[in-house]
């Protein structure tokens, strides 16, 4: 079983920036970002392999930025010019080789406007 264990979020300003840090137990394959917001469906925000392959969101393309330390196995979301949209409870997510996924669990981003 991987744990997954998230800091970072808060409330910000519209404009501002904030960083999301995820750090799970043991090394594994893809570690991402998902995020929910009120009566929406959970989305992928970013993703990047352990070979550093990543994959955006359109939404969030050219404004957040993802990361991970191997050695540390971690992943980091730098998220700039934020917007009210952006509003959400910020999902850590992993999947090994095996695809078997982990969650973490769950920090809020909120935005205002």
């Known amino acids: 079983q991987v744990q997954l264990v998230e800091s970072g979020g808060g409330l910000v300003q519209a404009g501002g920036s904030l960083r999301l840090s995820c750090a799970a137990s043991?090394?594994?394959?893809?570690l991402g970002w998902y995020r929910q917001a009120p009566g929406k469906q959970r989305e992928l925000v970013a993703s990047i392999t352990t070979f550093t392959s990543k994959t955006y969101a359109d939404s969030v393309k050219g404004r957040f930025t993802i990361s991970r330390d191997n050695a540390k196995n971690t992943e980091y979301l730098q998220m700039n010019s934020l917007k009210p949209d952006d509003t959400a409870v910020y999902f850590c997510?992993?999947?090994?080789?095996?695809?078997?996924?982990?969650w973490g669990q769950g920090t809020q981003v909120t935005v205002s406007s």
């Open positions: 997510y992993a999947r090994d080789f095996r695809r078997t996924e982990y």
């Open positions: 043991t090394s594994i394959f893809v």
